[in-house]
């Protein structure tokens, strides 16, 4: 099978922004494979913090200050910068548990996450949750997932609209376990 639709812009991923190639470009240099897609997500993971906000897209996220994302706009810019370089990227939208520092977020919940296809096989690649989010939510590693169960996972190549951004950034304002998470946000900004 043809890693061709993992290597096209898409809906929230303008892997074809002249703004993100030439980001990506500068932080990954001459690395290649596993080394540049290890690269990407380093910077993503560190230079966007976590935070429950509207998703917007991997290019508009880039224009905010500070850099803040939800899962969803994390892995936008995760996928979007590996397509720009020629690594074949795609999404995993899944439902289960993460693995969380507080029992009272210890709760079955939707995310997205991606992988890249470096070294002939694909690899975890999810910035989510980083040093900003570790005493509530362990920190993702490259290659390894951050979730400790998986009740439901469908793997793609762009995100469906309208459900991405309009349905996910309604869903936001009024989900239970995201003003939870929110809370629990709050508490560390303290």
């Given at each position: 099978?043809?890693?061709?639709?993992y290597?096209?812009?898409?809906?929230?991923?303008?892997?074809?922004?002249?703004?993100?190639?030439?980001?990506?470009?500068?932080?990954?240099?001459?690395?290649?494979?596993?080394?540049?897609?290890?690269?990407?997500?380093?910077?993503?993971?560190?230079?966007?913090?976590?935070?429950?906000?509207s998703?917007?897209?991997?290019?508009?996220?880039?224009?905010?200050?500070?850099?803040?994302?939800?899962?969803?706009?994390?892995?936008?810019l995760?996928?979007?910068?590996?397509?720009?370089?020629?690594?074949?990227?795609?999404?995993?939208?899944?439902?289960?548990?993460l693995?969380?520092?507080?029992?009272?977020?210890?709760?079955?919940?939707?995310?997205?996450?991606?992988?890249?296809?470096?070294?002939?096989?694909?690899?975890?690649?999810?910035?989510?949750?980083?040093?900003?989010?570790?005493?509530?939510?362990?920190?993702?590693?490259?290659?390894?997932?951050?979730?400790?169960?998986?009740?439901?996972?469908?793997?793609?190549?762009?995100?469906?609209?309208p459900?991405?951004?309009?349905?996910?950034?309604?869903?936001?304002?009024?989900?239970?376990?995201?003003?939870?998470?929110?809370?629990?946000?709050?508490?560390?900004?303290?």
């Open positions: 099978m043809s890693n061709k639709q290597l096209k812009a898409s809906n929230l991923c303008e892997s074809n922004s002249k703004e993100i190639k030439s980001l990506t470009k500068k932080i990954v240099g001459d690395k290649k494979g596993v080394k540049a897609a290890r690269t990407i997500f380093n910077w993503v993971q560190d230079n966007v913090k976590w935070d429950i906000i998703v917007v897209g991997a290019k508009k996220l880039l224009k905010r200050h500070p850099k803040k994302a939800i899962c969803i706009d994390k892995n936008n995760m996928v979007a910068m590996s397509r720009s370089v020629g690594i074949p990227a795609r999404y995993i939208l899944m439902k289960g548990k693995k969380v520092k507080k029992k009272i977020l210890d709760k079955e919940i939707s995310h997205v996450a991606s992988e890249v296809f470096v070294g002939g096989k694909w690899i975890i690649s999810d910035p989510a949750y980083g040093e900003d989010t570790k005493k509530i939510i362990q920190p993702c590693k490259f290659g390894k997932p951050v979730w400790k169960s998986v009740k439901e996972i469908t793997r793609m190549s762009a995100l469906p609209k459900m991405f951004p309009t349905m996910i950034n309604k869903a936001l304002r009024v989900d239970p376990l995201a003003k939870l998470y929110r809370k629990e946000l709050k508490k560390l900004k303290r």
